[in-house]
């Protein structure tokens, strides 16, 4: 089972940052934060991962509480072409066959003008 | 090539029929992992391949679905006997290392109608 919860749909308006929240209150110690995205018709795209520390990249920022028991991944100025389902997933960094990832059910976000 | 390939990328067959669906994966992935999703839901694992290690078949569905991956490169997922619910998009990934960080790279998928 995923061990991750967010919110089924959210709306942002283009321009503006999306803001996804993601819980992950049972996250062990060694576990990272994963974020990946589905546009339609598509596979599974990488965004951003952590463990502790807020990350950057040029697709978005991920803010991981003190205690780690949630996150929240920033689009920062959100276009129509990041209309998709965006995945949050807690997993071990060297999991082996425990790497596997693990898919919930995901947030569906949809960028509207 | 640049990505991870999948062929074909639509199949449509008759019940009880036999299907392969392939996976090329990025050159010099040791990792590759088949996942199928059915029409509205998520991601459902199906089998993971590390190296020359046994494969994780935990979670395939039945006995009549098998995968095998050839010199440690392009895999082959087997259906046998295909059913109405077999219908899916299946989804093959490939990381350069077990749990590498940067994530994995997913191909197109093939989607499956079982008619």
Known sequence: ?113 | GAGVSQSPSNKVTEKGKDVELRCDPISGHTALYWYRQSLGQGLEFLIYFQGNSAPDKSGLPSDRFSAERTGGSVSTLTIQRTQQEDSAVYLCASSSGPGTGNGYTFGSGTRLTVV
Not at chain 1, 14 to 41: D, F, K
Not at chain 1, 53 to 75: F, P, Q, V, W
Not at chain 1, 99 to 105: D, P, R, S, T, V
Request: glycine share 8%; aromatic share 8%.
């Open chain 1, 1 to 113: 089972d995923a061990k991750t919860t967010q919110p089924p749909s959210m709306d942002c308006a283009e321009g503006r940052a999306a803001n996804l929240p993601c819980n992950h209150s049972t996250i062990s110690g060694n576990e990272y934060v994963y974020w990946y995205r589905q546009i339609h018709s598509q596979g599974p795209q990488y965004i951003i991962h952590g463990l502790k520390n807020n990350e950057t990249n040029e697709m978005a920022s991920l803010i991981i509480t003190e205690d780690r028991k949630s996150s929240t991944l920033i689009l920062p100025h959100a276009t129509l072409r990041d209309t998709a389902v965006y995945y949050c997933i807690v997993r071990l960094f060297y999991g082996g066959s425990q790497g596997n990832l693990i898919f919930g059910k995901g947030t569906k976000l949809s960028v509207k003008p």
